[in-house]
C-alpha cells in the first residue's frame, strides 16, 4: 500500500524526523483551520499515488489567501496521470540551501535492505546521473551499521557539524522502514535549511501488504479517496481486485490462471475491465459481492467466469453460482468456464437450474467466441501478442517414470500446523495420494493426533521419534517464519512452505538464516510440490498429474493445475512439478530446483510456468545454456499485458524493469527457450517433439 505525502510525513513526524508544519485541505473545507499559524509563503501540493506531479503543474508556490484561494482551487480540479486530486497538502514554505536524496528499499534483485542516498534530491532527480547516487547494502540479519552512515554522509559532502542530524535523520528513518516493514521509505528531497536543519520536503513510503494484513493500527494510513467506489467496495469485501478500461468483467479462482486469463481476453481484442483474483476458495458470500460489482459496474458489458477444479470443486462453485443468480437484480450476461475437479458435474447443476443469464462453454476457445459477440463493432487491437520460433529440439521418448532425484522413496513428512482445518484437509490427501506423514507438531496439542498421526509440541521432539526428511508447512502468516527457522533447526533437509502473507522483510532474514545450513525451503506461498505417483507435499489435486518425461516448475498454483491438466488430456506425463511460490523472495528459484534435474533420467524436457516480475525466468535460462542443457525447455509467462507498475495477486508479479515484457520474453528465446504465447501451445507444442 502506497502513502501519499500528507501521510509519510505523518509517519516521518512520529518517528522524529522533522517535516514542515502543514494541514490537509479539500473542496470540501469551506475553512483554514485554526492551527494553521504559520507564515506565507505556502506550498500548495497535490496529494496523489503517482509520481510526476511538479512536472504537471500540481505544486504551486503561494504569497497571500486570495492567491492560495485560486491555486487550490485549480490544483484540486486536476487529474494527474489518470489520478483525481482528491486534497492537497498545504505547507510553510521552506527556506532551501541544498537538496539531497535518501531512501531505504527492500531490493529483490539483491535480496537486501538498499540504502540509496544522492548529492542531489528534487522533482529532476532521474536526470542526475549515476555518480550522484550511493548504494549501500544492508545485512538484513546484522542491521544498519554506523560505518555505512558515514559512508553515506561523506558521499553528501557536507559539513562536520551535520553528522549528527544526518545520523538521527537516517537511523529514524530506518526505525521506520523495520517497525512498519515497509518496502521504500523515501525523502526526497531531505533538504537542508539555511539554519542548517535537515528537513524531509517531500516523501512516499510503501507499506508491504502482507504486513499491512498482520498490523490493524496501519489502518489510519490508508486513505479511501486515492481509490474509486468500485475498488474500494471490493477491498471491503476482500477481493484481489483492480479496475482496467476494458468491458469484459472477469473473475477467475487463482492469480497465476487469472493472469493467463486477463492476457488471452487482451489478445483476443478483448480487453478485461478489471482483474479479479477470488483465490481458492471461491465461496458463495465471495462470489455475491464479487458478482454484484461486477454487474453495477457500468464498463461491464459482460462477465466471463473461469474455474479450475483443483482442490476446489466446480460443483461447489456451480451451487454458488446458481444461489447468487436467483437473488442477484443484475441483468449481465455471464460467460462460464468449468475445467477441472467435477466440471462435468457443474455443467450439469448449471444446466438443470437453467439461469437464463448464463452461457456455458466447453473450453477458453468457445469461451472467447461467445465473448466476441458483445463486441462493439470493429475495435483497434491494444495488445501487440508477441511471438517467437520454435526453437529446433530433438525428439525425445513418452516415458512415464517419476523422478528419483529430488526426494527419497521412504521420505517421511512431518507437519507444521496439523490440527488447523487446512493441515488436517490436506494431511487426509496426502495419506490418500500416498505420502508418508510420519508426525504433526503444533504447539501446546502434543499428545494428540490427527488421522492416527502423532502430534508433538516442538518439531525436535517429533524429529526425535521419526526419521523426518521433509516438513509441510500450514501456520498463519505471523508465525510461518518462525515455523521455517525451527524445521531448520531440527536439520530437516526440506522444507515447503505453503503459507500466503509473510512479509517480505522476513523473508530476506529467513534467506538469510537459511545459507549454509542444509535446509532446502520450498514457497512461500506455494501450491508445494508434487512426483506424479510417488509422493506429494503440498495442496495440488493429485489426481490431475501423471507419471511422464516433463518437469513442471511454476510460481502458481491454478496454473500449474490447468497446464497439468492439459498436458496430462493430451497423454504428456510429468517426471517432477514444484511450485517455487508467487512472492518476490522465495527459497528455491527455477535455477535451484533445475539444477537438481540436470542428470535426472527421467526428465527428459523442462516447463517453466512463470509470471511478470523479476529475471528467475532469465536467469534459469541462461544458467542452462552455460551447463550445456541439451534437453527441451518450454516456458510460458501469466501476465503480459498487466498495467506496469501493478501488483496482480502474487506479491511478486509486478513489471518492473526498463526493458518490459518484450525483453523478458526475448532474453527467454535467447537463452534457449521454446515461448509458448498462450496456454493452448503448451501441451501442442510440447507434444510435437514427443517420439
Known sequence: MKLNEHMSKKLFSRAGIIVPPGFLYSKNRENIPADADFDFPWAVKAQVLSGGRGKAGGISIVRDHAEFAKESARILDMHIRGEAVPFVRVEQATDIHREFYVSFSVNREGQNITLTVGRQGGVDIEQTGADNFLLLEIDPCRGLSSYQLRQAFFHLDLKKDIYKKWAETCFALYNIFLDKHLLLAEINPLVLDRNENLIALDGKVEIDDNYFALAPELESYFVPEHMDAVELEARRAGLNFHRLDGFVGLMVNGAGLAMATMDLLNFSDLPAANFLDMGGGASEEKMSRALDILCRDESVRVIFINIFGGILSCAKVARAMCSVLKSSAGEKEIIVRFSGFESDKAREIISKANPGRLRLAEDLTQAVDLLCEYKSGQTESRFRHLKFPEQNFSRIQNTAKPSKKLLPDDCGVLVQGITGKEGMLHTRMMLDYGTRVKAGVTPFKGGADVHGIPVYNTVKQACREHEIGASIIFVPPALAADAILEAADAGIKWVVCITEGIPQQEMLRVKKHLAGTGTRLVGPNTPGLIIPGRIKIGIMP???????????????????????????????????????????????????????LLDDP??????????????????????????????????????????????????????????????????????????????????????????
Do not use: W
Request: aromatic residues 6%.
Open 602 to 691: 527421467a526428465t527428459k524436457a523442462l516447463l517453466v510456468l512463470g509470471e511478470i516480475g523479476g529475471r528467475a525466468e532469465e536467469e534459469l535460462g541462461e544458467y542452462l545454456r552455460q551447463k550445456g542443457f541439451d534437453r527441451p525447455l518450454f516456458g510460458f509467462i501469466a501476465g503480459q499485458t498487466a498495467p506496469p507498475g501493478k501488483r496482480l495477486g502474487h506479491a511478486g508479479a509486478i513489471l518492473e524493469n526498463d526493458s518490459g515484457i518484450e525483453g523478458k520474453l526475448k532474453k527467454m528465446h535467447e537463452t534457449g527457450y521454446t515461448v509458448c504465447p498462450d496456454l493452448t501451445s503448451i501441451s501442442e507444442r510440447i507434444g510435437r517433439i514427443l517420439a
Open 542 to 596: 493429485g489426481d490431475v498429474f501423471t507419471p511422464g518425461p516433463v518437469a513442471v516448475l511454476s510460481r502458481s498454483g491454478t496454473l500449474t493445475y490447468e497446464s497439468v491438466y492439459r498436458l496430462t488430456r493430451a497423454g504428456i506425463g510429468q517426471s517432477a512439478c514444484v511450485g517455487i511460490g508467487g512472492d518476490p523472495f522465495v527459497g528455491s528459484s527455477f535455477k535451484d530446483i533445475a539444477q537438481l
